[in-house]
């Protein structure tokens, strides 16, 4: 009986002292995590980062103003959980200036409340700066902009997505062991620059453990045109009505750039006026102008999407990807209009360089019965993608005529933009969104058709229920029954939580947005047919594409999509263009990396109790064995 009881201990010995039992039995790890991670341009890193091995802190709940207090008596190190509406530029510089913080964790709440006079957008006051056409002072069209977005963090940032992991931080209590405390790991791979971290990477690839330190951001963009020209055929000048609007949105935290109101307010106009101008298409391929729809990523970190557009434009290497649909020029432009934020106001918000343009906008609206202004001509155009296309512009031809349409004149209305609360909730009902982008959508539509067949009195309404569908898709719920018609079997099914539009580094087929909105441009602007497998859909030819949706229904259409990067990455790291284009990168990071982890730390006191009563036994045993070795004679005699 007492060999079997051996044998178990000893069976189990291994098991009880490997490292992933005590590991499991001293931390907990929490779950529903967002990272903050770093980023890098030309000269600069942003973002966070932890030392190798993460960070650690005794626990402190911010959840008031009157807490303020309390930190200060705290001994350091802590890691601090902060509640969503306490997190503020001024709070962070608080606890970076009392240098007791190793890591700071946010509650993100999006049904709670804010206060009515939050404000919280981490981006610049200036959007996209760095490549405006612009001369300095700058004009701070985001009037709430902190640019926290651009700054090096001192220390590792995290929000709590789960509340059940927020509750369990809140609710850990004392023991008699030990306080609290918190592990926050956030290793980066990349530091000190775009232009450093590449060169790393590329003299990595000749040694034998072969390493990437950051990755360029890229986009992928989306376009469409509507008249059948082959390549073949040369545009001519003036022909074509380019509409813009971007499908990207960012965000200080992994996975929470939901960009309700920066990106798929204007993105869902264009949509619906697409589908508008979809019903009316015999107006355009009758017409000598064409319509040209894109879609472009990458623009909340200085203009990838439109900068790598206007780029091969000006070089003349701009085509329909896919398809061989007749290039696109600048000479070939005849105006550009820009859908920017038009979800947060029933005005509308007319920006222009030309008074004729700006005009027509105007007599489309008040043919609408929508409310519309114009903006001073003295302000520069709002950051939007048509800049691009107007700082690329050659010397030698006529200006392009450009109108930015926005619920905003001289300051953005919303006071989230580029955050995480710029959810559809900010903005009001669904009902009210959709009708302000219906609204929006019906404008851009009618400017584009009159403008494309000369009939001033022609009037079109994007379609309201369209435009439901669209806000109820992209805003709230993407497993939608819109989205579901446009997979094909096998392609799985659709989250339940709204898009998260960061741009990333590496662009993967499927269910993106780019290529949801390559299937709507297509169920748009194409014509369907039946197609019960792939080989009868692909059967239409160039130029036109066939894309095959709901297993068994085939559009053909004239749109196209590609991975796009910045210009700056086609020559030579550290050349002319990193002073023109955008330069970001971000970082390599294993997901192993990305941690945090709740635990017990055994008091000061009981550490030096613990300390003092090892130390103490240890000299008394000393003292005992002495003692003993002495006497051995005494306690052991010889004839025993």
Known sequence: MRWCVCVCVLSVLPWLLSSAFLSDQVYVDIKGLGACFRRFNATHQIGCASPSGGSVGLLFYLNSTERWAALEQERGPLIVLLEHSLFTK????????????????????????????????????????????????CHPFNSAGNGLLFRDMPFPIFTLTDEQEIQRIVNCTPGLMGRCALLVKAEMYGAVSSEVCLRRSELSQNSLTPATFCDPLQGQNVWATMQNLSQSVNRSQNSV???????????????????AEVAVSPMITLLAAAEAIGKMKSVVTQSKKDVMFAFVQGEAFDAIGSSRMAWDMARNKFSSGDNNVAKVTFESLDMALAVDMVGADDRLWLHGNNLSILHQVTMAANLLNVSSNQSDLTLPLPPSPVLQFLRQWPSGLASLPAV????????????????????????????????????AASVVATTTLQRVSGNSSLKVTADLDVVQQLVECFMVNPN?????????????ELSTEPFDLYVGVRQEPGKTVAELIRRLLAVYLGQSSEATSEPACNKTGPPFVDVRVNTSTCFSALVATAVVQSPAFEGDVGDEDWNKYSTWTESVWDASGLQVQLFLQAYQELDAAVFAAGTSLFFLSGILVCLLERRTRMLFPAEL
């Not at 509409?243 to 949105?249: K, V």
């Not at 349409?405 to 955050?419: E, G, N, R, W």
């Not at 710029?422 to 302000?436: E, M, P």
């Open 90 to 137: 001024e709070a962070l510089q608080q606890l970076e200036a009392s240098h007791k913080v190793n890591g700071l964790l946010v509650a993100h709440r999006p049904s709670s409340p804010l206060p009515g006079n939050f404000s919280f957008s981490p981006d610049q006051q200036c959007p996209n700066e760095h490549v405006s056409n612009y001369p300095a002072p």
């Open 241 to 259: 009505v380019l509409l813009l609007s971007r499908t990207d949105a960012a965000s200080l935290f992994e996975g929470l750039a939901l960009g």
């Open 480 to 492: 939608c029954t819109l989205l579901r018609f446009l997979l094909n079997k096998g392609e799985g």
């Open 404 to 439: 930015v349409l926005a619920d905003y004149d001289s300051h953005y209305v919303t006071k989230f933009a580029t955050s995480r609360h710029d959810l559809a909730a900010q903005l009001g009902s669904n009902q009210t969104i959709a009708k302000r982008l219906w609204q």
